[in-house]
């Protein structure tokens, strides 16, 4: 069996101090009662960009098998670090669109005879309207330096039309024989270089995974890796955490097609940058 990288907290050196958050890019990282805790599994790469930002040590990398992602394990393991804990897991797997991990996450609530954190919350909050939590929502404003942008007549990569996941057959004659793009909607927006950097030479799909069915989304997914030839898919998505679940539902429609695709990983920042 295949072995995953995975992050490790050590409860009895973490301080609490935070300086690993701002480095997950996966969004796996919250301070919760004090102490780093990761919340999902599902979101962690193993890179360990938090690593080096722990001033006690308290990160490690482990490896172990990589078992097919069960959330009920995963909910086994959450439920013994407290109720904050699972609220912040459940609010995590709804931030990102995972409809299916959170229904068996509710569901095994539901059999343990322990609360939903987040229906208290909502009844808690009937009267009042509260705004969407996700950090990818926060509004700032962007000091961009070469605001006079100069035409420079670029070309376009675009190779079809339409573009829209929602809108495509899984049978349309340019996935056969391609290299996939998977791009969230923002992202051609962020990326002044998105055509030339990322589109040119690949087929296009877009979505946005925090607005749009992503269940609908890997099952389309999933029909168009079984149908075509596809030679390889890019993921683009914006550093903010609800965009992770796209990658995240690439990657099981590649696991649901039977397919041995390669799968890569573009992160822009919102600033524009690719990192």
């Known amino acids: 069996m295949l072995k995953r990288k995975i992050v490790r907290i050590d409860e009895e050196k973490c301080d609490g101090c935070g300086l690993c958050i701002p480095n997950c890019y996966e969004g796996a990282l919250q301070i919760i009662d004090g102490k780093a805790r990761l919340i999902s599994d599902l979101f962690c790469d193993g890179l360990g960009n938090c690593l080096g930002h722990c001033p006690r040590n308290a990160i490690t990398i482990e490896e172990r098998e990589a078992e097919p992602y069960n959330e009920r394990k995963v909910m086994e393991s959450i439920v ?16 990102h ?14 059999e343990k005879g322990m609360k939903n954190p987040l229906e208290e919350e ?19 404003e962007l000091k961009n330096e070469q605001s006079d942008i100069k035409d420079t007549n670029q070309q376009s990569a675009l190779r079809q039309w339409p573009v829209q996941l929602n809108l495509l057959p899984p049978y349309a004659p340019f996935f056969d024989n391609s290299h996939l ?20 030479g690949k087929s296009l799909v877009i979505g946005c995974p925090k607005l749009d069915d992503i269940e609908s989304y890997q099952e389309k997914l999933t029909e168009i890796f079984k149908s075509n030839n596809v030679k390889s898919v890019t993921v683009a998505i914006m550093e903010v955490p ?5 990658y995240s539902t690439v990657d099981q429609a590649i696991k649901d097609s039977k397919k041995n695709i390669p799968l890569i990983k573009e992160v822009i920042g919102v600033g524009g940058d690719l990192q």
């Open 242 to 246: 609800c965009c992770y679940g796209l």
């Open 97 to 110: 669109n995972e409809t299916r991990f959170l229904k068996e996450a509710l569901e095994y609530l539901e």
């Open 80 to 95: 013994k670090q407290g109720e904050n804990v699972i609220k912040a897991h459940l609010e995590h797997l709804k931030d």
């Open 181 to 200: 793009l998977v791009a969230a909607d923002c992202v051609p927006f962020a990326c002044a270089n998105f055509h030339a950097k990322l589109l040119n």
């Open 122 to 140: 909502k009844m808690e909050n009937k009267t009042i309207e509260i705004p969407c939590g996700c950090p990818g929502a926060a509004i700032r």
